[in-house]
């Protein structure tokens, strides 16, 4: 296998579907385990990441944000950002994994001239600290519920 431009185009579209497949794992695991409230947490981080992403997408095509200064806003980015902030937070032990996968990732981009630095940058800037302060929130409330669970045994 020759890695030319087209194999790469492959690799990099088929990343952000794997981490979506991932965080569905994680979310269909709890449901087989009859674990309903960690479904349900789950299920509302990732819906809330990616409608930040797709908020702010929508956002830049309708006032055309990253044009005005030049930029052009990666929903990749974005949604690969999110994905991977899903997983550092409930795989936490892989959390090294999966920064380094998103900087891999971001490479292959700049690499095959999907977007610039500046455009990596400038969403990554506007689109971290809304899904980094879901994800600390999910931290927050699943520790609250193995808390609860724990003196209620």
């Known amino acids: 296998m020759t890695l ?9 579209d088929a990343y952000t579907p794997l981490l979506a497949l991932l965080w569905l794992a994680l979310i269909l ?3 087989l385990a009859r674990q309903w409230r960690t479904a349900v947490l789950r299920s ?3 819906i809330s990441c990616l409608a930040v992403c ?4 929508f956002a830049d095509r309708v006032l055309a944000l990253w044009p005005a200064i030049g930029l052009d806003y990666s929903t990749h980015s974005a949604v690969a950002i999110a994905f991977v902030a899903i997983l550092c937070t409930l795989l936490p032990r892989q959390r090294l994994a999966w920064i380094a996968s998103l900087l891999a990732y971001f490479l292959l981009m700049l690499y ?9 940058l400038s969403t990554a800037i506007a689109v971290t600290p809304p899904v980094a302060y879901l994800c600390v929130q999910l931290a927050r409330a699943g520790a ?5 669970n724990s003196t209620a045994h």
């Open 112 to 120: 095959q001239r999907y977007h610039t630095v500046a455009d990596i």
């Open 44 to 46: 509302a981080l990732g």
């Open 54 to 57: 797709y908020g702010l997408m």
């Open 29 to 31: 695991h709890p449901l």
């Open 144 to 148: 609250a519920s193995r808390r609860a």
């Open 4 to 12: 030319n431009y087209e194999t790469l185009d492959t690799l990099a």
